[in-house]
């Protein structure tokens, strides 16, 4: 684990650059240290946790209790798959911060990112979270990689036909007004709903 928490703190000083060759080179050293365990489902939980509260939920915000079950989680040991976990919250942070400043992210860094994610959620559980799906969409939309954002909502829906925030995704592509009556009859509250004023 001390690894881990090394390299991630080196990831973490070098995440500003975010170098091709360098997310490569640190993700891979990160992946290499962490404990592969394709039955361990305790980060997908973790993330499906993360994706129900702060995406799903119509409040959109974390119950009290999570942000100790996540530090609890980083604080394992006998963490598995604590690369996806790593990798995951250096994310959320780079994008939480920037847009605090009102600064623009660096698209090819999220793309980068969240392909690598994808990547190992379907190599680990064979299924990629409901998160990873929404994620990755705004990156590669933020990357002008139109078609792949496309497709990534298409097939986040067909693992996930309940998401909002995939469903928000889709209406506001496609302007489907059959999409928009079942999120404003089922979902009027949803915070997605309410702030892009469907």
Known sequence: MKNLITTFFLFLGI?????????????????NVSKIDNSDKKVANLLQRFYNEALQSDKGELSN?????INK????????????????????DYISKTAAIGKPTNSKYQVQVMDFLYKESKEIWDRVPAIIYIYRYEALENDNKIEESTKMISEGLKEYSDSVPLKVYQYLKTKDQLLKEDLIKNHANHWMVLQYKL
């Not at 209790?65 to 079950?69: C, F, L």
């Open 15 to 31: 995440v500003a650059l975010s170098q091709e060759k360098t997310f490569d080179t640190v993700s891979q050293q990160l992946k």
């Open 65 to 69: 209790d999570t942000p100790e079950i």
């Open 73 to 92: 989680t980083f604080e394992d040991n006998n963490l598995k798959n604590g690369h996806i976990l790593f990798l995951f919250f250096i994310y959320q």
